[in-house]
């Protein structure tokens, strides 16, 4: 093992020893068991206690889109506030997806159902990448295959089949299981970095509601399937630029992932991916998401996009090659983009 990899592995380790001193101090000093706080606090999942992170995000990240962003508000019709629907329904429905979203009224929504079920998406994909992926890798003892007796990747697997579960139906989280509200202080290193990135997420996802807008999309309906096409692109460059624009370099590494998160969330709703569709296909999406983000081949974005795909192909049982030969995560996700085109419906 080189040096930088064991700095690397020391480093995870203090965090991680650091998350767990500071979990255990709250909960046994101060007897700090949850951070729900009623009066603030709109919602019935855990993910609520991180409703003000999202809309603060939209202030801080960027001073050029915050000016933006109160332009479209002051001269283009952009409604003040988010709404926040908490109906208790299933994500999927038949003429509709209650995610994000933004009205012919210029009025953005979003769900805690969509925004539980993004954030079990981050946690999954944080722990199975690391437990699974890069730590291995870091340790020189990578099999790809999963460790049954690691605790974390047990746990993440039941919260990833919880949050896929809220696609066709709804149902209370299971407090047992990591969250953002309340956990174990065994999972406090994976919990707090999932909250990050979900904020991430929903910062990307938001400023593309806030594109079309901005585009004045929810104006008319397309003509035209490619022009539904292009106004969906149209707003996740939207969304691209404002993730860039930070000047907060500390920032920039979790508004990429978030970025890539949040795309791959979209992955995960459907199994199908067509040929020229009136909508763009979620791989098509995260392409053109990774190829604008300024990334370098060794870059962690390429190997948590390239490990989502697998995630989903062995959820749906979608069948793809593979290559074990790949040489960084930047070809692996190329090779494995290749594959996922061969399979698509026209």
């Given amino acids: 093992m080189s040096i930088n990899h064991r700095i690397v592995l020391i480093r995870v380790f203090l965090l991680e020893q650091k998350n767990f001193i500071k979990c255990l101090f709250n909960k046994i000093i101060f007897k700090k068991k949850s951070f729900y706080n009623p009066k603030s606090h709109v919602g019935e999942l855990p993910v609520r206690v991180l409703q003000h992170n999202i809309t603060y995000w939209l202030e801080i990240v960027s001073p050029e889109f915050y000016k933006t ?30 995610a994000a979203s933004i009205s012919s009224k210029r009025k953005i929504s979003i769900y805690e159902t969509f925004n539980s079920y993004l954030w079990c998406i981050c946690y999954s994909l944080l722990v199975t990448f690391d437990e699974i992926i890069q730590k291995p890798h870091l340790r020189g003892n990578y099999t790809g295959l999963i460790d049954k007796n690691n ?6 697997i039941a919260v990833f089949n919880y949050g896929m579960s809220l ?3 709804y149902s209370d989280w299971d407090k047992t299981l990591p969250n953002p509200e309340e956990f174990d202080c065994k999972y406090s290193y994976y919990v707090e970095r999932a909250n990050s990135l979900f904020t991430s997420a929903m910062f990307f996802v938001l400023s593309h509601e806030i594109g079309h807008n901005y585009f004045n ?16 692109l149209d707003a996740d460059n939207f969304a691209l630029e404002q993730v860039l624009s930070c000047e907060n370099q500390d920032l920039i590494p979790s508004l ?13 709703l459907s199994p199908k991916l067509y040929k020229g569709g009136t909508y763009p296909d979620a791989d098509d999406r995260i392409r053109n998401v ?25 959820y749906f049982k979608i069948d793809f090659e593979i290559s074990e030969t790949s040489e960084n995560y930047s070809e692996m996700f190329y090779e494995i983009l290749a594959e996922m085109n061969k ?4």
């Fill in 290 to 314: 990774m190829e604008k983000l300024n990334l370098k081949d060794l870059d962690l974005q390429w190997g948590m996009a390239s490990l989502a795909f697998k995630l989903w192909g062995n």
């Fill in 343 to 346: 399979i698509k419906k026209p």
């Fill in 69 to 98: 962003l109160l332009n479209e508000i002051k001269n283009n019709g952009l409604q003040q506030g988010i709404l926040y629907h908490i109906d208790k329904q299933k994500i999927l429905h038949v003429a509709s997806v209650n």
């Fill in 217 to 232: 999309h929810v104006t008319y309906m397309p003509a035209t399937a490619a022009q539904s096409l292009a106004e969906e």
């Fill in 167 to 169: 696609r066709n139906n």
């Fill in 151 to 156: 605790e974390q990747v047990n746990a993440a």
């Fill in 256 to 268: 990429k992932h978030g970025a890539v998160a949040g795309m791959c969330a979209l992955l995960f």
